[in-house]
């Protein structure tokens, strides 16, 4: 006997996204750093939360590689994996900026339209997309987990800038250049772009 699947039914929440906004005085949207290992996304986005948390708003890091040890455990590095982990990431946001917060990922995300199909889950000003950018030479130097020395000597494969490709954003929202623009300063950029588009 072939037995069917359950029906999924989306329930509508009681409390409403523009509710949730009101209550924590501030709008809801996604902070998305992209870059290649080793480029700072992580460091300014745990740094961005923290100054967000200084004045006394709502947000949360949602951090590549945390994700993979949970929600995304069990995912490899091909490209089908690869976008599946993008495409479970920008869900997670969703739900973050549907519960009126603001959430600050954290992941290289190496393929275009994987990063664009997660921006087509929100509105258009919802979505803001920072390329920290940083020369491979300079990410290869810092090299703070000792991932480039194992991808360099084949001891990792498909390792994004090495292996695999990393297609840089076309059109971010803000640009970091982490190789000249200090930790203060990348935090002050992304601040103010937040405040001159009513976000702060």
Not at 13 to 35: A, D, I, M, Y
Not at 101 to 127: G, T
Not at 141 to 161: E, M, N, S, V
Request: aromatic share 8%.
């Amino acid at each position: 006997m072939k037995h069917e699947t359950p029906p999924t039914v989306r329930h509508s929440p009681q409390v409403s996204k523009n509710e949730r906004q009101q209550q924590n005085g501030h709008k809801s949207c996604v902070l998305w750093f992209t870059g290649l290992s080793g480029s700072g996304k992580s460091t300014l986005a745990f740094e961005v939360e923290r100054e967000l948390f200084r004045r006394h708003m709502h947000s949360y890091v949602l951090d590549g590689d945390n994700l993979r040890l949970g929600l995304n455990q069990g995912l490899g590095f091909s490209q089908q994996d690869r976008s599946e982990n993008i495409r479970r990431i920008g869900e997670a946001a969703l739900l973050f900026s549907d519960a009126g917060l603001i959430a600050l990922v954290a992941a290289i995300s190496p393929y275009r339209a994987d990063r664009e199909r997660v921006r087509s889950f929100f509105s258009e000003d919802e979505f803001i997309e920072i390329y920290v950018k940083c020369p491979l030479a300079e990410c290869e130097r810092r090299d703070p987990k000792g991932l480039y020395k194992k991808a360099r000597a084949g001891k990792i494969h498909d390792f994004t800038g090495i292996s695999s490709d990393y297609e840089a954003p076309e059109q971010p929202e803000i640009i970091i250049e982490s190789d000249r623009h200090t930790l203060k300063e990348s935090v002050r950029l992304i601040l103010d772009y937040l405040r001159d588009n009513g976000c702060l």
